[in-house]
């Protein structure tokens, strides 16, 4: 189901339409075992505060030996089946401008902190009209950085896919080599003629497209 926590967090990218502005996604970092402090003091304050200042070294200060954030979605198509749709996303990988042992480009799933299912569950789901529809299969093609991802059955064509859009995600998504402890975050992928993202474009730094915040008080995924 979606929660509120998803809803926030989709807010909260309007801020990278701005200048000289970065992101850590900690949506993996969920602390579901209180801190002996009581719950507002959660556990892995270390994880946060290294990836605010990856952040912080590669957009204010321009260094391109950090690599800032994981994988990042540029784009995806829809695909109709046998009364089902499959989508296939595909996703940028950044490596440090220095790297002297530069991997193959790839991505993979793993569970996040204190998940139970993990990724035992896809963590995907289509916009089918006014509501959402599970996506029941998930793997990465042999490219390393396309993601297929097939919904159950459906009457319509989705208009959207959402990835990690729970309050507290269990699957996260990430990339071999230097930055294979930072997840992809959280999206709303709408497809369309021009295939509209509201995902951010970790390379640059810059949008596919603006967020327009009033698509967060419609019931439909598909944007303006």
């Known amino acids: 189901m979606e929660g509120d926590l998803a809803r926030l967090r989709y807010a909260q990218t309007r801020a990278l339409a701005l ?56 784009g995806g198509n829809l695909y109709p089946l046998d009364g089902y749709f499959e989508a296939q996303l595909v996703f940028q990988v950044m490596q440090a401008e220095d790297s002297r042992f530069r991997l193959k480009d790839s991505v993979f799933f793993r569970g996040t902190a204190d998940c139970k299912g993990c990724c035992a569950t896809a963590p995907f789901r289509f916009v089918v009209g006014h509501r959402t529809v599970p996506a029941t299969q998930f793997r990465t093609l042999k490219d390393g950085l396309t993601v297929s991802v097939t919904s159950a059955a459906v009457a319509m064509t989705p208009s ?65």
């Open 19 to 74: 200048p000289s502005v970065g992101m850590a996604v900690t949506a993996d970092l969920a602390d579901l075992r209180p801190s002996t402090h009581g719950t507002v003091h959660p556990r892995r304050k270390k994880d946060v505060g290294t990836r605010l200042a990856l952040s912080a070294l590669r957009v204010v200060y321009k260094d391109g030996r950090v690599v800032p954030g994981g994988p990042s979605l540029v």
């Open 160 to 224: 959207a896919i959402q990835f990690m859009w729970e309050n507290v995600p269990e699957c996260a998504l990430y990339a071999h080599g230097s930055a294979d402890q930072l997840p992809a975050a959280p999206f709303h992928y709408s497809f369309g003629p021009e295939g509209q993202s509201y995902q951010e474009a970790a390379l640059g730094g810059r949008w596919a497209r603006p967020l327009d915040p009033h698509v967060l008080d419609r019931p439909v995924g598909r944007g303006p």
